[in-house]
Every structure is written in structure tokens, then in C-alpha cells.
């Protein structure tokens, strides 16, 4: 990790730290400064909770941004609620259709085509998959055709009621993805990264709902193929069970960090820059950062 | 009563709803009235195919190129009992393909129906109000050939080969209201058509079985009768 800067340190407030703890959070606050400023981000939060040291660490961590794709994360929950009830099976066909109902007056919208990365999903228009192939799709390569099918058949109130259920403030789902008329209202859905982290750590712990649902929706996650975030601050060996975000002013990302001979670490970094900046590289800078606070003693091959 | 309630017509099991368990008939509904878009009222069938497994529903051809699986083909929307076989699609759904076929033909290319885009049960949760798919003769096609329609050109174009075939073919106009338009398939249907084999006799339907009521909403009002009303 690069040292930090003269300028960085001089606004610090904090003065230096005597114990070892208190100074990798005094080295983490100068910095998540630095990157901050060195990727102009006009917002930055983070929240990490490590089950090895137990240390929960928070920066700006109840700002609510724009959720992007990490609201897949609280559809994947719903599911998972539905299918532990006995209410849904995660064989059932689902018919993969390209319409949908805006949550303003209720019109009917199609999502762009061109703008979902997933084809395996569109290449099933007019037939099925099923439940497990959607949860699949809608996380691994954040189809959002996956994710609105899902919404419709778990229904959105479903979602709220699991985030309710499991007393997990801080993630808002109002909707599913591309409804254009509702962004234009601003009814947009919206996450705080100690939102996200009390989920993640929820599914870790094999408390969200059952142990099972926890390890199907942790083995879905673990097959994430954006790994530009948080995966790439960290050494190739690290398994990350992750959801990431972006849409053109944010980049967030979302994940359980599991490293060979430690327990694992929960961390949420989101991000927010202006339209014309670009996403750059400041969640996996922070992702590095974090690894060599808690655990960059154990593996040094970056 | 001397007529089976079963009875077999060209491979396929007739039966009569009213002869099903209590879970398929509080289901299919047979002979129900049911209220379409308009508030017009519709009797639902009675008379069903009974398909004993799915090796069963692709091995039966109902024409040249349409099996009877491509005419069930339901998701998670449809009640659970019927994604399990034995499945039941109402008898009329024979004329249906029959129409398909020949939509086939003028169209020149495969015909594809949609996964609910054939008969839909009364207890399908897109079944709100009574549609021709609730009779096994209405069809939603999302592709022809290669071509996906979904662009108000394409459906028009074969809306118009389908109500060119015959004037029991309607088809709903492109447009975004749903139930009234199809902005991504056509759809097509025959009306409300019910189909009785002519291996059954309809004599039954005048002097029902010993405790057996003629329609299921008889058994329910019979009930009704039975239970003094709540005072406010």
C-alpha cells in the first residue's frame, strides 16, 4: 500500500495511537482520506466487521446511496425466505418474460436488452428457468432480467418483510431494476454499507433464516464473476462471496472475505463520483487497504 | 348411473371433472361461472383430457406439429397440483391446434407457444378474470421461426395471417394494456369454446348423481343454506 501522504496526515484530527488496534484504525481512517481525495469520490462508505479479531470498523457507514445491484443481495434474501417456509421451490419453472410493471402508475416496461450482461437469461425468453437458475444468474452476473422475474414472484413486499424480519436496517428495496418512471420520481432503492454489513454477516453466520438457505445463497455468492471490486485488492487465493453495484455515478461491492487459516471478514465499501469521472479503482484500493490492516501478515502475493 | 365417467378417446383419457378429487375439482372448477374483463359470464368446462405423465404429453400429437406439452406448459404460477401429472387441459384444446396448424402453415414457419401461453387453470394466478386459456383455446406466441415479436410490426404482421385464417379467430391489437393488448407476443383464441366427447352423454348433467351436486358452487350454496347467516 502506497504511504500516505504529508497533506493527509496534516488534517488528520485524530492524534497518533498507542495500542495496535487503535492504530490500524487510526491508519485506516488517514487512509480511506487519501483515497477519497485521490479518486475525487464525492461519497465514500465503508463498514467491515472481522469474525477472526472481531474488530467492526465504520466509515460513514449510515449514508444511504443508491443501491444499484447490491439491492440483489436483499432479493436473493427474499427467496431464500420463501423457499425456507416451504413457500417456494428453488426447482419451480419460472417463464422468463421481458415485462414488467412500473411502480408508478403501474405501465408496463421492458428492460433494454442491450444492457443486461446476461444472455444466458434473455437467450430464454418464452421458456423457463427455474428459481435456482434465476438466483444464479441475477448474482453471478447481476442479470437484471433474473432480478425483476424474481421480484414478481416472491413480490417486493416479500423482500421488506425479510429485511424486517431479520431487523436489518439501512437497505430500502422499493423496486426492481430499470423502471425508469420510478428513478425519474426518485423512488430509487438504497443501502447504507452498515446495512449491507449486518446482512452479509447474518448469511455468514448461517443466521439468515436456515443454515441451508445461508450456505445455498453463500454458494451462489461465491460464484460472483465481477471481481473488480473487493477481489482485487486481495490475494488470488482469497474466496469472496460478494454482490457488486454500479451504475454510472456509483461502484459498490459487498462480500464475505474467506482467507486460508483466519475466519473470515464482512465488508461493504460503497462509492459515489460524478457522472464524468468513471468508476476507477477506489473499492478495490480500499478492499487492499482492509487486507493488509487485518490480515496482511498472512499472505504477502498480491 | 350407467355411464363411466371415464372414457377413452383417440389415446387420450376423457374425464369428467366432477369425478376428480376435491383439490382438482376446487381447481379446474368445471362448470363454474366465471366473469371475464367485460363482466360477461362464462361456464368453465367440465370435460378435461387426463395426460398420465410428461413421456405422455410429448408423445401426443394433437396435429402434424403440435404436441399436447407445448399447450400445458405452465411455471410456478399455476396451482401446484396441476405441475404434477396426471395433468388436466380441457377437451376443446384439440381445436385449438387444429387452428394452430393452420396458422402454422400460413405463417410459413415454426410456431412457438409460451411457457402460460397456453390453457391456464382457474386457480392460475393469471387467471383474474375468465379467459379463453381457461378453455384450453387461446394461444400466446412469443416466437415465429427465428423472429421474436416483440415490436408492434412483427405482431400486427401475424395478427393479421391469424384473423385472415377464419372469423373465429380473434387476436388482441398491439398495445400496452394488459388483458386487452399484447406488446410482446400475439395472442390469439376461439372464444369460449367447450368441447363434450362424444363418448359422453349429457344426460348426466340433467340428473346428477346421488349426492353428488351438478356443479361445485351448487355444493358450496348448498352449504351456504346450511349455515344460518351471522347477525351484524
Known amino acids: ?302 | 348411473m350407467a355411464m363411466s365417467s371415464v372414457e377413452v378417446t383417440q389415446g387420450l383419457k376423457v374425464v369428467d371433472a366432477f369425478d376428480l378429487d376435491d383439490e382438482l375439482r376446487a381447481i379446474l372448477k368445471p362448470g363454474e361461472m366465471v366473469r371475464d374483463a367485460q363482466g360477461r359470464r362464462h361456464r368453465l368446462p367440465r370435460y378435461f383430457y387426463e395426460i398420465a405423465s410428461h413421456e405422455a404429453a410429448l408423445s401426443t400429437r394433437l396435429t402434424t406439429h403440435f404436441a399436447m406439452n407445448e399447450l400445458i406448459l405452465n411455471d410456478l404460477r399455476e396451482a401446484p397440483r396441476l405441475q404434477q401429472y396426471p395433468r388436466y387441459v380441457p377437451c376443446a384444446v384439440r381445436i385449438l391446434a387444429f387452428y394452430l396448424e393452420q396458422f402454422r402453415a400460413a405463417c410459413g414457419a415454426s410456431v412457438h407457444i409460451a411457457v402460460n401461453g397456453g390453457y391456464r387453470s382457474p386457480s392460475h394466478k393469471l387467471s383474474s378474470d375468465a379467459t379463453p386459456h381457461m378453455w384450453g383455446t387461446a394461444a400466446d406466441v412469443y416466437r415465429i421461426g427465428s423472429s421474436i415479436l416483440k415490436t408492434k410490426e412483427l405482431i400486427e404482421k401475424y395478427n393479421d395471417i391469424a384473423e385472415d385464417l377464419s372469423d373465429d379467430i380473434l387476436v388482441l391489437p398491439y398495445g400496452h394494456v394488459t388483458g386487452a393488448n399484447a406488446d410482446d407476443h400475439l395472442h390469439l383464441d376461439l372464444g369460449f369454446v367447450t368441447l363434450i366427447p362424444r363418448e359422453i352423454s349429457e344426460d348426466r348433467m340433467e340428473q346428477p348423481q346421488e349426492n353428488r351436486p351438478r356443479f361445485a358452487f351448487e355444493e358450496r350454496r348448498a352449504k351456504d343454506r346450511r349455515t344460518p347467516a351471522a347477525e351484524d
Open chain 1, 1 to 302: 500500500m502506497p504511504s500516505n501522504s504529508t497533506q493527509a496526515k496534516e488534517r488528520l484530527p485524530i492524534p497518533p495511537a498507542q495500542d495496535s488496534v487503535a492504530s490500524a484504525e487510526v491508519s485506516l481512517y488517514r487512509n480511506v482520506l487519501r483515497i477519497r481525495q485521490e479518486h475525487s469520490l464525492l461519497d465514500l462508505g465503508i463498514s467491515f466487521y472481522d469474525a477472526e479479531t472481531t474488530i467492526q470498523w465504520s466509515y460513514n457507514a449510515d449514508q444511504y446511496f443508491h443501491a444499484a445491484s447490491t439491492m440483489k443481495l436483499a432479493i436473493l434474501l427474499g427467496v431464500f425466505r420463501q423457499v425456507d417456509r416451504g413457500e417456494l421451490s428453488l426447482e419451480a419453472p419460472v417463464h422468463v418474460r421481458n415485462r414488467f410493471t412500473s411502480i408508478v402508475n403501474r405501465e408496463p416496461f421492458m428492460l433494454d436488452l442491450g444492457r443486461d450482461a446476461d444472455p444466458d437469461v434473455y437467450g430464454h425468453l418464452g421458456k423457463t428457468l427455474t428459481v435456482r437458475e434465476l438466483a444464479y444468474w441475477m448474482i453471478t452476473k447481476s442479470s437484471n432480467l433474473a432480478t425483476n422475474l424474481l421480484v414478481d414472484v416472491v413480490g417486493i413486499n416479500t423482500v421488506q418483510l425479510a429485511l424486517d424480519e431479520l431487523d436489518i436496517d439501512g437497505v430500502r428495496v422499493l423496486r426492481g431494476v430499470e423502471d425508469q418512471r420510478a428513478f425519474e420520481a426518485h423512488l430509487n432503492n438504497e443501502v447504507t454499507a452498515n446495512g449491507l454489513l449486518k446482512m452479509l454477516r447474518l448469511i455468514a453466520d448461517g443466521k439468515a433464516y436456515s443454515q441451508k438457505a445461508c450456505d445455498d445463497m453463500l454458494e451462489i455468492m461465491l460464484d460472483q464473476q465481477y471481481r473488480s471490486g473487493i477481489p482485487a485488492g486481495l490475494p488470488k487465493a482469497a474466496r469472496v462471496a460478494h454482490k457488486t453495484g454500479n451504475i454510472s455515478t456509483v461502484h459498490h461491492d459487498a462480500g464475505i472475505v474467506y482467507l486460508e487459516g483466519r475466519k473470515p471478514y464482512v465488508l461493504v465499501i460503497l462509492t459515489q463520483f460524478s457522472a464524468d469521472q468513471g468508476r476507477g479503482t477506489a473499492v478495490a484500493d480500499v478492499s487492499r487497504d482492509i487486507f493488509n490492516t487485518l490480515a496482511g501478515n498472512l499472505d504477502g502475493d498480491e
